[in-house]
């Protein structure tokens, strides 16, 4: 296990930045403690268990995959984790949302893989850089059980043409991939393990392979944002006041919701879901699970 990059009073250093505006990623961080992790393991974990067949209109794996920060408390509070923040701050600069938070879950002994894309690709938001994804993992991330390749630099690409796939074993929407090679020389492997974050840039191009360890592979996702960015296909979108303050008033304000699957966070769910799919799934000649 590779040792966190040593913080600055829990900020990044000048060095460290400039590192991740070079690379388009940064890792291993500090994210949170052995405690921390465990326990919101487990509760992602309970939620499995409790809400599988409890009458949700929507199957639960929608719900994980897709703005779980807006129905699911607790990964909100990993989305306004202090520690969290503090990082992405030396990043985004000291006003942060929260533009979307979800699971990226592979079964011990599965071939879900996630093909090699840029995250900006589908959302409306443009080539920016104004836009980080923190990769936080609740069980080992290694090479084993399927983590994240990024590939060096990039990110210094405008957003690439990508096809879409619809692959039974593939975790993105589309089945997303980039069409240029990627030769196996060129990727970094991203080991990190519970306690531990990574962030990468939303034009990083990034991909990960089956997962072929006796434990789950769950990771948190959270993508923020600095609120001057702006949705620029669809209509209007959503964002969570993380940090700091919105002058800019580009995002509908998301509230954090205060239990499980709420009635009120329920109905905002399916308001924003309807209004992002018709961004997501702009030109897809198929229908996704997660966004039907």
């Known amino acids: 296990m590779q040792q966190s990059l040593p913080l600055t009073n829990g900020r990044l250093s000048a060095a460290q930045q400039q590192q991740y505006w070079d690379d388009g990623f940064l890792f291993p961080l500090p994210a949170l403690s052995l405690d921390e992790t465990l326990q919101y393991r487990q509760e992602i974990e ?10 949700l209109p929507l199957p639960l794996n929608s719900y994980k995959r897709v703005n779980a920060h ?3 408390p607790m990964v909100a509070q990993i989305a306004t984790h202090s520690a969290i923040l503090d990082v992405v701050e030396g990043i985004l600069g000291p006003d942060i949302m929260i533009f979307s ?8 002994q599965s071939d879900h893989i996630v093909s090699m894309h840029q995250d900006l690709t589908y959302w409306g938001l443009g080539a920016i850089d104004g836009l980080v ?3 936080i993992p609740l069980s080992p991330a290694t090479p084993q059980s399927g983590c994240m390749d990024f590939v060096r630099g990039s990110h210094k690409n405008a957003i690439l043409p990508h096809q879409d796939t619809f692959g039974e074993n593939n975790l993105l929407s589309r089945g997303q991939e980039v069409k240029v090679d990627v030769h196996e020389n060129d990727k970094t492997a991203i080991e990190i393990h519970p306690g531990q974050m990574s962030l990468h840039h939303g034009l990083t191009i990034h991909g990960s392979g089956p997962n072929r360890s006796d434990d789950r592979r769950i990771a948190c996702v959270i993508r923020y944002i600095r609120p001057d960015m702006a949705q620029q296909v669809g209509d209007k979108d959503y964002a969570m006041m993380a940090r700091g303050e919105d002058r800019h008033g580009n995002f509908i304000h998301v509230p954090q919701p ?13 308001e924003i879901r309807a209004a992002q799919s018709k961004v997501m799934m702009k030109g897809a000649t198929k229908k996704a699970e997660i966004y039907a």
Do not use: S
């Not at 309970?46 to 009458?55: A, K």
């Not at 205060?258 to 399916?270: H, I, V």
């Open 133 to 135: 994804t923190a990769w």
């Open 70 to 72: 807006v129905v699911m």
């Open 46 to 55: 309970t939620i499995e268990r409790d809400w599988l067949d409890n009458g």
């Open 258 to 270: 205060t239990e499980n699957f709420g009635a009120d966070a329920m109905a905002l769910y399916d």
């Open 101 to 108: 938070g979800e699971f990226f879950i592979k079964e011990a």
